[in-house]
């Protein structure tokens, strides 16, 4: 059985986590912050979550872990098959995180824990999220899904970043990044519906308090 290390606040861990129910995989979650303990080092050498603990040893990084479980983890396939379109999943994967989540992450400390950035950092937080979304608007076709017809890897990316970088935008600069992109909208509300996203998603919220304090009091601390 495969177990994995993390918390369910973390949008990464729940990346994997969603992964492993659609593919209806066996695993174990075993709570973790990122720390940089020895124990935690030698399943994660940068003490960040998610790891993955196989038969072998571990895995970490998310997008190592996803391909990993696509290879072989059995269950349902989350990438295409031919290879042109596994490539343009996989790209749009790396669009979402690089230029959607990435500076979603800018505005963090300000938006949902209590602390201050630079004008400077916020500008250019704001500036990456919009220039994020355009190119989203570009190259996902949303018909419904983001790489077309069939859920993907691709659409863990966008749910689990999306909602977050919306979340940011809407705090600090009072924008909804998707006002005028309804293809999104439509999208983020279909797999909202999806049982498996329910139960991560009242898993996030039953930890959420105490997730909150404790990054609180290390801010301050």
Request: with cysteine; proline share 4%.
């Amino acid at each position: 059985m495969f177990k994995l290390y993390g918390f369910a606040v973390s949008n990464y861990f729940n990346m994997v986590k969603l992964a492993l129910l659609e593919k209806g995989l066996e695993f174990e979650e075993v709570t973790v912050f990122g720390n940089q303990s020895e124990e935690f080092l030698a399943i994660s050498p940068r003490g960040k979550v998610p790891a993955l603990g196989v038969e072998q040893g571990f895995i970490n990084e998310t997008s190592a872990i996803l391909d990993y479980l696509e290879e072989v983890g059995g269950g349902k396939a989350l990438l295409p098959s031919e290879p042109f379109a596994r490539a343009q999943v996989r790209a749009l994967m790396k669009e979402i995180e690089l230029y959607i989540e990435l500076p979603a992450r800018i505005g963090y400390p300000e938006a949902f824990f209590g602390a201050e950035i630079s004008t400077a950092l916020k500008g250019k937080c704001k500036a990456e999220l919009l220039a994020g979304i355009d190119t989203l608007k570009r190259h996902a076709s949303f018909s419904p899904y983001v790489a077309g017809d069939s859920f993907s890897l691709a659409d863990i990316y966008f749910l689990y970043s999306i909602d977050l970088a919306c979340g940011v935008a809407k705090k600090l600069f009072g924008l909804d990044l998707l006002v005028d992109f309804p293809q999104a909208q439509e999208l983020l509300g279909l797999l909202k519906q999806n049982p498996h996203v329910k139960r991560i998603a009242a898993d996030k919220d039953a930890a959420m308090a105490a997730f909150i304090a404790m990054a609180q009091a290390k801010a301050k601390g």
